[in-house]
């Protein structure tokens, strides 16, 4: 069967991201919201996207930018209504893109009806113990019950009071404060997620991005470690008994008429193993490959994640997926015009200087690579305009809790979340509609005035172009997507591939200017081709048959 057919769209799918605070405001609030994204539509089906991944859009307190969710079945007032959301998904449909809704089972918000009852309740309640409520230690348990951090920064623990006021058990949040952890060996939990997949599913949704998915379960021992050197089994990531809840998830995906897709976001770098047993053919569809994501800019890196991801993926029958940006990650023009190109979560080089030429260059021949390897592929949105890194918010507009958790230590992830410029000369750059009441969310640099969408639209050489040339080729070259990846021998430093016969891609990582292979004719490529020669940081789509 074709990796195109209906059933299995998601083995070859360009996914767009579409981070909905950053997106396109609809009502002049200066925060993106589910009208912005309907009003820009028509946008993503001329870009050539097959789906959209929509982060968090349910009722949130915003404690981390919705990825705290106070109620899964309804959509934030900032952003919409549940009518809205459905009818975006209906009209993404109609214009033939799928849409993939993110779901957050790790954790919810402190806001959410469970926590609220679980801290009225009182200590002993049943509903406590949907979380992982424990007594503090210390005499007067004023200390944490256990050395674990929270994942941005801090204890993972907060106190919480009693009804009477008084300081009472404390709760496990691997990440804020405000995203209690739930407890995974409770059936109820079990329960009201699967009811919460059907509810998307029923609604339209085409798949599910599961945040955090490997952090589920914990060792109810709860016992202090060593980050440095974790036991096996570790205490709260990967645990067998996740697998479990996978499986029963793919039971409901395979339900529907047309199956719904699994997508996992499987934090392991140390353990690729690990990481695959996510995707056995009763689990998960596919996972993010962040190996790619945190490649430096050289050949045996990107050749190494090239290899390893295939090889990975080979014995479970998955595809493997690409990633070059998302909302937690520094955006990689700004990463690629750096002296250290290099990123990882636990890695984030903040504030190096940036040769953004350079990254650009680098951009343009990288998403030519992303698009023509074996598998799905992600684009996060602002990456087709080229966006660079906000560095320079100021520190009071700052809002990722990771800035605010490490006292300001880590910048955090608010430079990667700038709304999207799309026309005008000045901010909001039509993010938000002409008579907005409030700026964007975050402050726009001036000089996005060159990156907007209408600046860039029908300009040959722009970033925006060569997405959509590559996106549209891409639908139509067979060997494209899912399918097996051949290497053509090439210089030193020099990335060059198969895909079917008659298909090649070749980037140029070398710092001179190299020959392209035998070919018939350049499909496309990320810089003038001059005498069949390809430029430094260049790459090139070739017809060789
Ligand atoms: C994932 C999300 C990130 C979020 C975290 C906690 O890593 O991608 O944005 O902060 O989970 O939900």
Redesign the pocket.
């Known amino acids: 069967m074709s990796s195109r057919a209906p059933d299995r769209w998601w083995r070859s799918a360009a996914i767009y991201q579409i981070y909905p605070r950053s997106f396109a405001d609809g009502n002049g609030d200066g925060v993106g919201d589910l009208a912005g994204i309907r009003a820009h539509l028509g946008f993503l089906a001329d870009l050539g996207v097959d789906a959209v991944w929509v982060?968090?859009w349910y009722a949130s307190p915003m404690a981390?930018?919705g990825?705290?969710v106070a109620d899964y079945r309804a959509i934030d007032p900032l952003f919409g209504t549940l009518p809205e959301a459905e009818l975006l998904i209906r009209d993404a449909h109609d214009l033939g893109i799928r849409i993939i809704v993110?779901i957050?089972p790790?954790?919810c918000s402190d806001a959410h009806v469970w926590f609220k009852e679980a801290l009225q309740a009182g200590p002993g309640a049943a509903v406590r113990e949907l979380f992982w409520f424990r007594p503090g230690r210390g005499e007067r348990g004023e200390l944490p019950p256990n050395n674990w951090r929270s994942?941005?920064g801090g204890p993972a623990w907060t106190r919480t009071k009693n009804p009477d006021g008084l300081p009472g058990e404390w709760y496990l949040h691997?990440?804020?404060p405000g995203?209690p952890d739930l407890n995974w060996e409770n059936p109820k939990v079990r329960e009201d997620f699967e009811d919460v997949l059907r509810f998307w599913f029923d609604r339209g949704a085409d798949g599910v991005r599961i945040?955090?998915a490997a952090l589920l379960v914990k060792d109810p021992a709860l016992a202090d470690f060593d980050p440095a050197d974790p036991p096996h089994p570790h205490p709260f990531a990967d645990r067998d008994e996740v697998h479990e809840v996978y499986r029963s998830w793919r039971r409901i995906a395979d339900s529907y008429p047309e199956p719904r897709a699994l997508i996992g976001?499987v934090?392991l770098p140390e353990a690729p193993e690990s990481f695959v047993r996510y995707l056995r053919s009763d689990e998960l569809h596919t996972a993010f490959n962040f190996d790619f994501l945190g490649c430096p800019w050289t050949t045996p890196a990107f050749r190494k994640a090239i290899d390893d991801g295939i090889a990975l993926h080979a014995p479970v029958g998955a595809p493997a997926t690409w990633v070059l940006s998302?909302?937690?990650v520094i955006r990689h023009v700004t990463r690629y015009g750096r002296a250290d190109t290099r990123f990882s979560?636990g890695y984030r080089q903040l504030g190096a200087p940036s040769d953004l030429a350079l990254g650009t260059r680098r951009a343009r021949a990288a998403v030519l690579l992303l698009l023509a390897l074996p598998g799905s592929a992600y684009i996060y949105q602002g990456e087709e305009l080229g966006l660079f890194e906000v560095e320079d918010i100021p520190r009071e507009l700052r809002q990722?809790?990771?800035f605010h958790q490490t006292g300001g230590e880590n910048l955090g992830?608010d430079g990667c979340r700038v709304p999207m410029p799309w026309s005008g000369e000045a901010p909001p750059f039509g993010f938000s509609p002409a008579g907005a009441t409030a700026p964007p969310w975050l402050p726009q640099p001036a000089a996005w005035t060159a990156y907007t969408v209408a600046r860039q639209q029908g300009e040959p050489g722009s970033m925006l172009e060569l997405y959509r040339s590559a996106l549209r080729l891409r639908r139509r070259e067979p060997d494209l997507g899912d399918g097996p990846l051949r290497w053509l021998t090439a210089a030193a430093d020099v990335l060059s591939f198969a895909r079917g016969d008659a298909f090649a891609c070749v980037v140029n990582l070398s710092r001179t200017e190299v020959a392209l292979p035998p070919h018939r004719k350049i499909i496309l490529a990320s810089a003038p081709v001059t005498n069949g020669m390809l430029a430094t940081d260049a790459a090139a789509w070739l017809r060789t048959a």
Do not use: G, T
Request: no cysteine.
């Open positions: 982060n968090p981390d930018a990825y705290d993110d957050v790790n954790h994942i941005f691997l990440f804020a995203q945040d955090s976001e934090w998302n909302h937690d979560l990722d809790p990771m992830r």
